[in-house]
């Protein structure tokens, strides 16, 4: 009689059956998703939308006014011999100004505004009277001022050429967008697709041909593809951010690539041991596939919690993550069945001389099996170390230290806009960056309010921590002002912090919200900006933790029906996590092997990382965690002892486990050559998870903690009964016996062995090659 069959084995049995649909229905889907999406288009986050908190409330009074806010610019001219004042010095200035309103757009008329000569009002030159600030903004819309600059680009290259006796330099938000879009921008796209290729190549050693491959490649790439059409479609309900596309890559390729993975070395391996074609391929559905279906759940849910942050960027990553890895196990259940089944042994199809013979696992791993003959011998010793290891490495986690890093920390310092950067910054402390008071008026024409910017002014000057040029400027003809207030200090340092709290618990109260007819005047800026970030991602930890670890608990409680199991996943998560949170403090914070990385340590950890990079881990990290305890489940409810399970469990699944795993290790590297500092640490915060992960957790640690629980590992209390019971093995599948062959006596623990056959894994009592209907099961624990 048919056993019941879960629900991975019931979608890779129809499309098994139904081939040419699900293929075709897969590429259909793909293609569907990309047009539909690619019509609709793609809404961007906008600056009200990124905003929280304060900083927030004034990018809506902003936005709700109509108000668009122009690109603005900044041009030093400096000189360390001459001063401002100097005819030479003053010559170069207006030669500046006039080339560059001069400028024009095409058909458009001047491609700059509201141009202000350091010489025309306060704080223009610098107190040691050897700089002066030019500024003026952009003309036309701000999100077409990157298109715009190179004519403002080239008059000031001209004036640099005419005027040898002083530096000129450009700084600003459509010149720095500018010089993003050419230079970072490319750094990604190298990145990105270096990935592919690096990945296929990891897979041809792995597999030893080329088809078997290109599979796992092809999947990732389309689930990729066709993620980003519904991501285009969802983000008219939840805006995209501009990291989302190369997150999604980031991780529809790990992802994609280790669940085809998981299912086709199941499969080959089934074929290996003598199976028919359709059988190893509903083994592979049942097992593998179950795996895969469980995984992606636990990622999906994982990456849900980022969604209670209340931060749009984290929706928009966690929105992008989860449909790239909902689309990449759709395809892994439907589509890959099908073309196994369609390809059958030509899998094989273009073997790599020397590398072939690692094409059909049979026997597991024979370096992991020296290493768990140790660990199996000594769990109790391999724990303890495994585990001091991973805790050693987590302990500088309790001094780490989370930023905003500015420019010249998030970029290489010999980077030229690094460079103009901190030379403003030394001119003019604040100046690239100032904070701004957005002042909504009932009035805008009441001439009380002069009096309120000058009592403004003084005020914030006497404080001793803001400086000139202060600017008062209405936006248009509406009844908002904007009050431009360079800061001290670095801009995202402790000083500046100091005299943001100053500005928004002193100066405003006491002089602007005593004004009769001011509604409203929150600050903002970058400053201002990044503490109300940090401040609401701080609320947000709790909650976040509490529900990833929450369902990840529960979901592996329903999937093994074991509290034991459960706890045990989520503490060795935990360490891993803790563990790679320990090394980015180490290279990033304390600039231990920072070389190595290509990078001065900063001195911090990227506020958004440590957050974002527990939920991204955990979900990964349950990948191989599933994987690996499945097949000790599969083992065990087959007749096998817990350590005995745990033995064939580790070593069946170390192969796959570490081409995963050396794939995930080498795409996240890449990502850690990039030139920003997040993208920096983000890369290698994910590579030595998974690193470790895959090795010291999977290898060592989880078979020597299993090992020493041993039946505990499989304890339900009696009131947990209820919960559903799950199939771990082929017993899904119907295996029928094979034709009239004699019995032969029973050699083995859990089935028959044919006189003078050497078992797969000998010393375990347990033979692979023996068909399923001829063992004896262990009933279902709990």
Same mark, same amino acid.
């Given at each position: ?60 009074? !902003? ?10 610019? #900044? ?6 011999? @001459? ?13 500046? &100004? ?26 223009? !030159? ?57 230079? &970072? ?30 599979? %796992? ?20 309900? #939840? ?55 469980? +995984? ?11 969604? @209670? ?10 929105? /992008? ?6 689309? /990449? ?17 030509? $899998? ?88 701004? *008071? ?66 928004? =618990? ?37 909650? !976040? ?95 096998? =002892?817990?350590?005995?399970? $745990? ?8 192969? *796959? ?5 050396? !794939? ?13 500092? +997040? ?7 994910? /590579? ?14 989880? %078979?020597?903690?299993?090992? @020493? ?20 093995? =082929? ?40 068909? +399923?209907?001829?063992? &004896? ?6």
């Amino acid at each position: 009689m048919a056993s019941r069959r879960n629900l991975a084995a019931s979608i890779g049995g129809w499309s098994a059956q139904h081939r040419k649909t699900a293929v075709f229905g897969w590429l259909l889907f793909v293609v569907l998703a990309v047009v539909i999406g690619g019509m609709s288009g793609t809404d961007k986050i906008t600056k009200a939308e990124r905003g929280v908190g304060e900083s927030g409330r004034a990018a809506r009074i !902003i936005d709700d006014a109509g108000i668009s806010e122009p690109a603005g610019e #900044m041009i030093l001219v400096r000189s360390d011999k @001459l001063v401002a004042q100097d005819p030479k010095f003053r010559a170069a200035v207006d030669d500046v &100004i006039n080339r560059v309103n001069a400028t024009q757009i095409k058909d458009k008329g001047p491609a700059t505004q509201h141009l202000r000569s350091p010489y025309a009002g306060q704080g223009g !030159i610098s107190s040691d009277k050897h700089s002066a600030l030019i500024q003026f903004d952009m003309a036309g819309d701000s999100e077409k001022a990157v298109d715009n600059i190179q004519p403002v680009l080239d008059a000031v290259a001209a004036a640099r050429g005419a005027h040898s006796d002083v530096v000129i330099e450009q700084f600003g938000d459509a010149s720095g967008d500018k010089w993003f879009k050419d230079t &970072i921008a490319k750094d990604f796209t190298r990145a990105e697709w270096t990935a592919v290729p690096l990945a296929l190549g990891i897979l041809l050693v792995a597999f030893g041909a080329v088809v078997a491959a290109l599979l %796992p490649v092809a999947l990732a790439l389309t689930a990729f593809i066709a993620a980003g059409g519904l991501l285009a479609l969802s983000s008219h309900l #939840m805006p995209v951010g501009d990291n989302a596309q190369s997150v999604m890559l980031l991780i529809g390729l790990a992802v994609g690539v280790d669940y085809c993975m998981f299912y086709l070395r199941r499969e080959r391996e089934e074929r290996a041991k003598g199976r028919d074609p359709e059988t190893a391929l509903r083994i592979a559905a049942a097992t593998s596939g179950r795996s895969v279906l469980i +995984s992606g759940i636990t990622v999906i849910v994982a990456m849900a919690g980022m969604l @209670l942050s209340g931060l749009s960027e984290f929706e928009s990553m966690a929105s /992008a993550t989860i449909l790239v890895v909902l689309t /990449a196990v759709l395809g892994s259940l439907t589509v890959l069945p099908a073309l196994l089944s369609m390809l059958g042994d030509k $899998v094989d199809f273009g073997k790599i001389p020397g590398l072939a013979k690692m094409r059909r696992p049979t026997g597991g791993s024979k370096v992991w099996g020296k290493i768990l003959g140790v660990v199996l011998t000594r769990p109790r010793a391999t724990a303890v170390l495994a585990g001091g290891l991973l805790i050693a490495l987590t302990i500088p986690v309790v001094g780490m230290k989370t930023a905003q890093l500015p420019l010249d920390k998030e970029l290489p310092t010999d980077l030229s806009i690094v460079q103009t950067y901190q030379h403003i910054e030394k001119a003019f402390p604040g100046g690239p960056a100032p904070a701004q *008071v957005v002042v909504k008026t009932k009035n805008p024409d009441d001439p009380k309010l002069a009096a309120a910017w000058d009592n403004f002014r003084r005020a914030a000057i006497a404080t001793g921590k803001m400086h000139e040029p202060i600017e008062v400027e209405r936006q248009g003809t509406t009844n908002i002002f904007k009050i431009s207030v360079p800061l001290a200090g670095g801009g995202l340092d402790k000083t500046s912090n100091d005299a943001l709290a100053t500005l928004r =618990d002193k100066v405003v109260p006491e002089t602007l919200n005593k004004v009769d007819g001011i509604q409203d005047a929150p600050v903002t800026g970058n400053t201002a900006g990044n503490k109300d970030f940090n401040d609401k991602l701080g609320a947000a930890r709790l909650p !976040i933790f509490a529900f990833v670890l929450g369902f990840a608990f529960l979901l592996m409680l329903v999937s093994f029906r074991s509290i034991a199991i459960a706890a045990t996943a989520i503490v060795l998560n935990l360490l891993s996590v803790g563990a790679a949170y320990g090394v980015m403090t180490l290279v990033f914070q304390h600039g231990y092997g920072d070389f190595l990385v290509g990078t001065d340590a900063p001195g911090a950890v990227v506020s958004w990382i440590p957050m974002f990079l527990f939920v991204i881990l955990f979900g990964l990290s349950m990948d191989y965690h599933v994987f690996v305890v499945s097949r000790i489940r599969e083992a065990y409810d087959k007749g096998m =002892d817990t350590k005995e399970a $745990v033995s064939h469990g580790i070593r069946t699944t170390a192969g *796959v486990v570490t081409s995963a795993a050396t !794939i995930m290790v080498a795409v996240f590297a890449v990502f850690g050559t990039l030139s920003m500092q +997040s993208m920096k640490q983000f890369g290698v915060g994910l /590579a030595v998870a998974v690193l470790l992960d895959a090795t010291i957790i999977r290898g060592l640690l989880l %078979p020597a903690v299993m090992s @020493l629980l041993g039946d505990h590992n499989w304890y339900l209390p009696r009131w947990l009964n209820w919960l559903p019971q799950m199939d771990h093995g =082929d017993e899904a599948v119907d295996v029928p016996a094979p034709a009239a062959e004699p019995a032969p006596a029973y050699a083995g623990a859990n089935g028959y062995q044919a006189p003078g056959y050497e078992p797969a894994y000998p010393g375990t009592g347990y033979d692979e090659n023996v068909s +399923s209907s001829r063992r &004896i099961p262990r009933p279902p624990a709990g």
